[in-house]
């Protein structure tokens, strides 16, 4: 029904924007992994709502609880079900919209396919579900171990954008702003420009880049299940995405071959190089052991406060404001959500190549 990823490493997410709980199970996580809370939250702090001037104003610590699969701080290897309980729903703030669909939103959609819908902030629809994303990734994060970095940040908002970087920005680079953007002057621009959509009602959307280093040559599956494609597919069932490249992306396109080609050389310490890495990190769908670097857009945020038409269930013209917490600007708390979506991905695949060679 939609609601599980991966094959080995595998997780089930529950739970709605304004139900009691959100959270996940986890099947699959090997026995021996120390494991408590305090590996969980901070991600979760990350992703949280009401951080800053530019988020929502929903207040939810998002205090996890590890329920199952624990054992004296270790993994038991059964599943582990984390919960997240939902402290500040205002679900009276969406009563209007369960008689109209909002533009862009998964009202319509959901109607159409169950033909019944929880308008309480969309629901399961809502990027509340995301939590329990976050918290399964600190746990891939512990499968795949401290050698593999994941570091996301937000590249563009709007049309600002940042310079390019020759090597993955460091934690504390990317928490320095509220926007997350490791640039400091480009951060205050976005910062700016963000503040001033949401004053007008409105909303943006941009960029987040994604780079990963210390990964093994050989993760990956040929045709189907290649690596790009199942990062492909980790980013796309993100809220709000609307496209994914990696390595030279779409600016490949514009490139000779004798261009976009990774020479192989060795280097002055002997080991393996490929100069620029166009590829990204992925040759045949397989790693190759060089950083992996991809880009996630994100569209603006659907709901604004500006008055827009619509229709509602019984076909009549009508409008719609935005009503309850939203945020102009998904991308600040995106990043985490990017960041878990890689670690699930790649330490499925660390797991099935280590069960079937």
């Not at 959270?23 to 090997?30: R, T």
């Not at 026995?31 to 949280?48: C, K, V, Y």
């Not at 310490?269 to 397989?286: D, E, F, H, Q, R």
Request: glycine residues 12%.
């Amino acid at each position: 029904m939609g609601n599980t990823f991966g094959r080995i490493f595998r997780i089930a997410t529950f739970g709605e924007s304004h139900g009691k709980s959100v959270g996940c199970v986890i099947d699959g996580c090997p026995s021996g992994i120390p494991l408590s809370e305090s590996d969980i939250q901070p991600a979760l702090d990350r992703r949280r709502p009401g951080q800053s001037a530019i988020s929502t104003n929903r207040k939810e610590s998002d205090t996890c609880s590890i329920e199952s699969g624990v054992y004296e701080g270790k993994t038991t290897g059964t599943p582990i079900c984390i919960l997240v309980k939902n402290t500040d729903a205002r679900p009276a703030d969406y009563s209007e919209i369960a008689k109209l669909w909002r533009p862009s939103h998964a009202d319509f959609t959901y109607d159409a396919k169950y033909g019944f819908r929880d308008p309480r902030g969309g629901g399961r629809s809502s990027a509340r579900e995301t939590i329990a994303r976050v918290a399964a990734g600190e746990v891939a994060r512990k499968v795949l171990g401290g050698g593999v970095k994941i570091r996301a940040w937000v590249e563009s908002v709007h049309s600002i954008a940042m310079p390019a970087l020759k090597e993955l920005p460091s934690l504390e680079e990317v928490e320095a702003s509220p926007v997350r953007c490791p640039h400091a002057p480009t951060a205050a621009k976005m910062f700016e420009f963000i503040k001033k959509a949401k004053a007008e009602g409105d909303s943006v959307g941009g960029v987040i880049a994604c780079g990963i280093e210390g990964l093994e040559a050989g993760l990956g599956e040929p045709s189907f299940d290649r690596l790009e494609a199942l990062l492909a597919h980790a980013m796309l069932s993100i809220p709000a995405t609307k496209g994914f490249e990696f390595g030279s992306g779409f600016a490949g396109t514009r490139m000779f071959g004798s261009q976009h080609n990774d020479p192989f050389s060795i280097d002055q310490n002997g080991k393996i190089s490929v100069g620029k890495n166009a590829a990204g990190g992925i040759l045949g769908g397989i790693s190759s052991g060089f950083p992996i670097k991809f880009r996630v857009a994100f569209k603006p945020t659907a709901t604004i406060a500006k008055e827009q038409n619509t229709i509602s269930r019984e076909l009549k013209p009508t409008t719609v404001v935005g009503r309850g917490r939203h945020d102009p600007c998904v991308l600040p708390r995106a990043v985490p959500i990017v960041e878990a979506m890689a670690a699930l991905v790649l330490a499925d695949l660390k797991l099935l190549q280590k069960r079937f060679g």
